[in-house]
């Protein structure tokens, strides 16, 4: 199971961290990632990371988003810094195998991930 906090509406350069809570299985067998979807878009990759501390990152919030993870508490985080309006989205955080491409790793797809959460609304108004 995983479950999204953290979300909620912010001025455009303000900050938010988000945190998703990992239970039922054991937190470092699977690839982490954070996903976002806005009305109207598909959904998109964010972030990921893996379980040796490898990440990857969307170019829209490199240098402002960093993801991370604390296996002894099961949760990943997503802090995001310099937020803009067009990061206004649904964020869901997310766990499967991982991709790898060129030796490095990618966030991958949607249907790279078999496990979702429900989801924490993130609006940024300007």
């Known amino acids: 199971q995983l479950v999204e906090s953290g979300g909620g509406s912010v001025q455009a350069g303000g900050s938010l961290r988000l945190s998703c809570a990992v239970s039922?299985?054991?937190?470092?067998?699977?690839?982490m990632g954070w996903f976002r979807q806005a009305p109207g878009k598909e959904r998109e990759g964010v972030a990921s990371?893996?379980?040796?501390?490898?990440?990857s990152y969307a170019d829209s919030v490199k240098g402002r988003f960093t993801i991370s993870q604390d296996n002894a508490k099961n949760t990943l985080y997503l802090q995001m810094r310099s937020l803009q309006t067009e990061d206004t989205a649904m964020y869901y955080c997310a766990a499967g195998a991982g991709v790898y491409r060129d030796g490095g790793l990618d966030i991958g797809s949607e249907r790279d991930y078999g496990y979702w959460g429900q989801g924490t609304q993130v609006t940024v108004s300007a």
């Open positions: 039922g299985y054991t937190y470092s067998t699977y690839c």
């Open positions: 990371i893996d379980s040796d501390g490898s990440t």
